[in-house]
């Protein structure tokens, strides 16, 4: 069989062994104004767990084929995106986490402040994105799941991860700065195809006390990985657990299940990898995801 076959049979065996779909939660972000929405994938079992907070990148948490408002203010019942036009990535992810133990948690930043549909390629900087920005914003969102996730009784406190995609990438970076050395945050992070520019993060002096991994493509069309990567190296040369995973050839969005992007030979095989070397980051650190 051929191994992406296997690996996503694999996915597939694991995914059924998940209780039921995600449930729709609410929970304060950190900026003390806005509640947020997100999706939550549990495990079967009821015992305290190891947990897992997702952030989407620029084109939002939905799929891209969802039409109508897509704003999910105020617990709008009727807003056709949800747990069930969440995209093929991050369902995959979320099942992902759930069936190996952990409990899942995918923040909607975009939809509680009116823009749940994201934003096209190429619009960073413009300033209808200002106000969900990866800077100085979105890290509040994650510190928010992080404070909700530390109330529940089924959630271990201090084995909470972070995991980001492209803008959501960059706020897993920022977010790891505001922590800084010795923080109670965050047990450790993985970015994926994040940017690294200036106009991305809060400071080009990276730092993290956390361990910290991000997943680059030599092919991404979208942000330059060769800035992340000198970024990510001076963080490194500087005392920061900052791992590089490089990979040859594989494009912006390589994870992404949908087979225009898994057509492509060095993107099917990043996934594949990402994917296996994800889970033994985290199991590395809680080494049963039932604390």
Same mark, same amino acid.
């Given at each position: 069989?051929?191994? /992406?076959?296997?690996?996503?049979? &694999?996915?597939?065996?694991?995914?059924?062994?998940?209780?039921? #779909?995600?449930?729709?939660?609410?929970?304060?972000?950190?900026?003390?104004?806005?509640?947020?929405?997100?999706?939550?994938? *549990?495990?079967?079992?009821?015992?305290?767990?190891?947990?897992?907070?997702?952030?989407?990148? *620029?084109?939002?948490?939905?799929? &891209?084929?969802?039409?109508?408002?897509?704003?999910?203010?105020?617990?709008? %019942?009727?807003?056709?995106?949800?747990?069930?036009? /969440?995209?093929? *990535?991050?369902?995959?992810?979320?099942?992902?986490?759930?069936?190996?133990?952990?409990?899942? =948690?995918?923040?909607?930043? @975009?939809? #509680? !402040?009116?823009?749940?549909?994201? @934003?096209?390629?190429?619009?960073?900087?413009?300033?209808? !994105?200002?106000?969900?920005?990866?800077?100085?914003?979105?890290?509040?969102?994650?510190?928010?799941? /992080?404070?909700?996730?530390?109330?529940?009784?089924?959630?271990?406190?201090?084995?909470?991860?972070?995991?980001?995609?492209?803008?959501?990438?960059?706020?897993? =970076?920022?977010?790891?700065? !505001?922590?800084? !050395?010795?923080?109670?945050?965050?047990? %450790?992070?993985?970015? @994926?195809?994040?940017?690294?520019? #200036?106009? +991305?993060?809060?400071?080009?002096?990276?730092?993290?006390? +956390? #361990? =910290?991994?991000?997943?680059?493509?030599?092919?991404?069309?979208?942000?330059?990985?060769?800035?992340?990567? &000198?970024?990510?190296?001076? &963080?490194?040369?500087?005392?920061?657990?900052?791992?590089?995973?490089?990979?040859?050839?594989?494009?912006?969005? @390589?994870?992404?299940? =949908?087979?225009?992007?898994?057509?492509?030979?060095?993107?099917?095989?990043? *996934?594949?990898?990402?994917?296996?070397?994800?889970?033994?980051?985290?199991?590395? /650190?809680?080494?049963?995801?039932?604390?």
């Amino acid at each position: 069989m051929h191994p /992406l076959a296997a690996a996503l049979a &694999s996915l597939a065996a694991a995914t059924a062994a998940v209780a039921a #779909p995600p449930e729709t939660v609410h929970f304060p972000s950190g900026d003390g104004a806005t509640e947020l929405v997100g999706y939550l994938f *549990r495990p079967e079992s009821a015992d305290r767990r190891a947990a897992v907070v997702m952030l989407h990148g *620029r084109s939002g948490p939905y799929l &891209s084929t969802v039409k109508g408002a897509c704003t999910q203010v105020a617990r709008e %019942a009727a807003s056709p995106c949800g747990a069930a036009t /969440l995209s093929g *990535r991050h369902r995959a992810w979320g099942e992902f986490w759930a069936a190996r133990g952990y409990l899942a =948690l995918h923040v909607d930043s @975009f939809g #509680p !402040r009116g823009k749940g549909h994201g @934003f096209g390629r190429f619009t960073h900087g413009s300033p209808e !994105r200002e106000d969900v920005n990866e800077r100085d914003v979105r890290p509040l969102d994650a510190e928010g799941a /992080l404070a909700w996730l530390r109330t529940r009784a089924d959630v271990a406190p201090d084995r909470i991860f972070l995991q980001g995609w492209s803008n959501g990438g960059s706020t897993v =970076l920022n977010t790891m700065q !505001r922590q800084k !050395r010795g923080g109670a945050g965050f047990r %450790a992070a993985l970015a @994926f195809y994040p940017g690294c520019g #200036p106009k +991305a993060l809060v400071s080009a002096s990276l730092v993290s006390g +956390a #361990p =910290l991994t991000v997943f680059l493509g030599s092919a991404d069309e979208e942000v330059s990985p060769t800035v992340c990567r &000198s970024v990510l190296e001076a &963080s490194r040369a500087l005392g920061s657990p900052v791992d590089i995973v490089w990979y040859e050839d594989a494009e912006h969005d @390589f994870d992404n299940p =949908l087979p225009r992007r898994q057509g492509h030979a060095a993107n099917r095989a990043a *996934r594949e990898d990402s994917m296996r070397r994800a889970e033994a980051i985290l199991g590395a /650190l809680a080494p049963s995801a039932a604390r």
